[in-house]
């Protein structure tokens, strides 16, 4: 697939939302995080570092 048309904008979104996420989850807050990186993932659904966050705090909630 080629990504290279993907609008700059919306990859700007999903580094900042990542960057929230990753704040959150340090922050011991990993239902916000959740729910930041899952706005990632939709945003970017080829991202596999929201997927991968999204995974393990799936993971890490239990669920």
Request: hydrophobic share 50%; no cysteine; glycine share 8%.
């Amino acid at each position: 697939m080629d990504l290279d048309h993907r609008d700059p904008l919306a990859l700007a979104s999903v580094r900042a939302l990542l960057q929230l996420g990753g704040i959150h989850e340090k922050a011991g807050r990993p239902k916000q995080a959740l729910e930041v990186m899952e706005q990632a993932l939709t945003l970017d659904p080829v991202n596999e570092a929201a997927a991968a966050a999204v995974i393990r705090l799936l993971i890490g909630l239990g669920r």
